[in-house]
């Protein structure tokens, strides 16, 4: 069964400092690999799709990175900020004709503390 | 420019009622997703439709039916509501399979 694992499940970090998210799927082949963000109690936001021959896209302060090798990939976020407390899901989508269903991830509950 | 549009936010219903939930995106895409979010696990794809008039299901389809009589308009429709079916269901939009969605802000339903 195609999945997405998350790590960690959760982490708090202080305002300012970096972090890295990690993400590894099983999904084969794919399509493309997403990062969304989901504040609590709003629907997910597209941050970055990554196709499956590239190895980095960022997004302001949002890098992703895809390893297709080892089916990992990263989200990192740099000189955190309040506002970034939030889920962070990644998404798989399989390739193949019939493909419309994503595979998502739990999400890591993200904490920026002053 | 709304985005994508979610009737009601919250609901609670008895077990046995039936509800739609209502879904608008005024981007013009053909693609529209109707997903669940539960505690603890990823989104699921309940339905799906790639244009007007058509519909197809996902991942949980059991329980719940769909209609795309407009290309903006997406509905999803539980006819008989169990507490099972306690959520927070999300509607999406794209243009492709391979550009980014667009989640409407949820619906909070809780059949008691």
């Known amino acids: 069964k195609n999945q997405v694992e998350q790590s960690p499940q959760s982490l708090i970090i202080l305002e300012g400092k970096n972090c890295t998210l990690q993400c590894n799927y099983t999904v084969s082949p794919f399509s493309n690999l997403r990062w969304y963000k989901q504040d609590t109690g709003r629907g997910p936001v597209s941050l970055t799709i990554?196709?499956?021959?590239?190895n980095t896209k960022s997004n302001g302060r949002y890098t992703a990175t895809l390893d297709a090798d080892t089916k990992q990939s990263s989200l990192h976020i740099t000189a955190s900020q309040l506002s970034d407390s939030a889920s962070y899901i990644c998404v798989v989508r399989p390739s193949g004709a019939g493909s419309y269903q994503l595979t998502f991830g739990k999400g890591t509950k993200l904490s920026v503390i002053p | 420019n709304a985005g994508v549009t979610q009737t009601p936010k919250f609901r609670v219903l008895k077990t046995g009622q039936s509800m739609t939930l209502l879904c608008a995106q005024d981007m013009n895409h053909e693609y529209m997703y109707w997903y669940r979010q539960d505690p603890g696990m990823g989104l699921r794809l309940i339905h799906y439709?790639?244009?007007?008039?058509?519909?197809a299901k996902g991942e949980v389809p059991d329980g719940y039916n769909v209609s795309r009589l407009k290309k903006q308009n997406f509905l999803l429709g539980l006819e008989s509501a169990a507490p099972s079916q306690t959520s927070v269901y999300f509607c999406?939009?794209?243009?492709?399979?391979?550009?980014?969605?667009?989640f409407g802000q949820g619906t909070r339903l809780t059949v008691v």
């Open positions: 439709s790639v244009g007007e008039g058509t519909t």
């Open positions: 990554m196709t499956f021959s590239e």
């Open positions: 999406a939009s794209t243009d492709n399979r391979d550009t980014e969605a667009f």
